[in-house]
């Protein structure tokens, strides 16, 4: 059994809301008038959407959750790429370090759950649903220039503000489903595989996008909530496997 640090895991959760508090007053000082910029982007009210995920997550810590560390570990890491796709490098390397410090009071918090077996990921049904997502993406895409006639009239012309937030909308929607379905059907090491599907289907997505002219930033901001809504759909996942299990018991 490999030795678990309860330093760590302390650290873990302190760092959580220490991030928490020093994206919420650079978002104070953003609203108040003062200029901050990452990169090509400009600091605005979504930082205070990141102080209140890192506050959950925080709090997830505080109580051990495995999902809270593996949250921690997505927001940093999606923060380094973040900055490092609209070229702020130097963020990006101190983000870096956040990273690592994370993963490490994970690791220990990992430990800490004293699992009977070592982790065993499934392979095939990881890319069966990361193919899924990336499906759902297509479409998402492919409706915002398909232009027949109905569409036109329902959606607005292509490319269109409104046509880009239905489909964009709907394209979420689906994949919360999916990822719903899929951690339903998991029974072992659930989070596990739906957080793998996402980061698989964001890896080819952001690939894709930049082979075909799109934006980084861009790229990267849509995996953001398809990792949200991955942690959404896992719990009300599990949410339903404990209605199922009262059901038939």
């Known amino acids: 059994m490999k030795e678990v640090s309860g330093g760590w895991i302390t650290t873990l959760l302190i760092l959580a809301f220490l991030r928490a508090s020093i994206t919420v007053a650079t978002g104070l000082y953003a ?9 090509t982007l400009q600091v605005g009210m979504w930082v205070f959407l990141d102080a209140g995920l890192l506050a959950i997550l925080g709090v997830g810590a505080l109580k051990r959750r495995l999902w809270a560390g593996y949250g921690l570990v997505v927001f940093a890491a999606l923060d380094v790429a973040v900055k490092a796709a609209s070229g702020a ?15 490490m009071g994970t690791i220990h918090l990992f430990r800490a759950q004293r699992f009977d077996s070592a982790i065993r990921l499934d392979l095939p049904f990881i890319f069966r649903w990361a193919g899924v997502l990336i499906f759902i993406a297509f479409l998402a895409g492919f409706f915002q220039t398909f232009n027949p006639s109905f569409l036109e009239k329902i959606l607005g012309a292509p490319r269109s503000p409104g046509r880009v937030w239905a489909t964009t909308i709907v394209g979420y929607a689906l994949m919360f489903a999916s990822q719903t379905v899929a951690a339903v059907r998991k029974e072992d090491w659930t989070l596990e595989h739906v957080l793998c599907a996402a980061f698989v289907a964001s890896l080819v997505g952001a690939v894709l996008d930049l082979v075909f002219g799109g934006s980084a ?8 909530w398809l990792f949200i809504l991955t942690f959404i759909a ?3 996942a599990k949410g339903l496997k404990i209605q199922r299990r009262a059901a038939s018991g």
């Open 31 to 39: 609203v108040l008038g003062g200029a901050v910029e990452v990169g």
């Open 89 to 103: 490098y130097g963020g990006a390397l101190g983000g870096s370090l956040w990273l690592v410090l994370f993963a």
């Open 217 to 224: 930033t861009q790229a990267v901001g849509g995996s953001v």
């Open 234 to 236: 896992w719990g009300a």
